[in-house]
């Protein structure tokens, strides 16, 4: 009978419009997952950057430090040539008296 088509079209009706929401809302989370996962990504590449300066602030860091560690090896290598030279000239002086 026709009120038997109309609630069976009320029926499937129904259902599409159900699946129809379902979509949507399956949209809506894959989008909202989608925006999560460029926060994140945005966020990662911010902290590669940061561990890249800190990674070239120590590496400048090391540098200066090999570079204070020759000097001072140059400096004591210095002293000691001047003590071996004084230490020289006093003992010639020594025999020379």
Do not use: F, P, Y
Request: hydrophobic share 50%.
């Amino acid at each position: 009978t026709a009120a038997e088509l109309r609630a069976a079209l009320e029926r499937v009706r129904g259902k599409e419009e159900a699946e129809r929401r379902a979509l949507a809302a399956r949209a809506e989370t894959a989008e909202a997952a989608a925006a999560a996962q460029q926060q994140v990504a945005r966020a990662l590449k911010l902290e590669m950057s940061a561990a890249k300066e800190r990674e070239q602030a120590a590496l400048h860091a090391l540098h200066d430090s090999r570079a204070d560690a020759a000097a001072g090896g140059n400096a004591i290598r210095s002293l000691e040539a001047r003590a071996l030279h004084a230490e020289g000239q006093a003992a010639s002086a020594a025999a020379a008296l």
